[in-house]
């Protein structure tokens, strides 16, 4: 029981436990050899099965962490194209400052939400009206391509 609450309730690392393990196993064969009202026949197979749950918690905990590392990774993967594309909204503003639609954005826009369209900054210039259509599907292709939404025409 002490093993497996302290794979499953104690925040460290699984090679940290490892120590823990091999002195819980090593500490069942000792008292073992020194004499178990368990029978000689019981004692490998007793042995046998706390070395297997032994193994599979730390195979589970060893799971787990390589699971929160990839979720944090993807996590700084998404922040860091959100980053990216408000960069990319802000020197697309600053080259684009004579046209009037750039006015009405402000010089320091982040992610969020505006309260009068509902759409995001960059979103927000590629999906605005404008004069050329042809530019603005252009601009629409090239961000579905990047974000992965865009559907080709043979799928």
Known sequence: ALLTSSHFFMNIRWFMLLPCEIAGVLSYVFCAVLGSPEGIFNV???LALFTGITLLACIAKRQLERHERYSMLQLINERVRRFESDFKLEQAQSMSSSSPSAARFPADLQSVVTDQTGQTGFTQLIFDVKSNCR??????IKLGMQEHWLIEANQ
């Open 135 to 140: 530019d603005q599907l252009r601009d629409m």
């Open 44 to 46: 490998p197979m007793n």
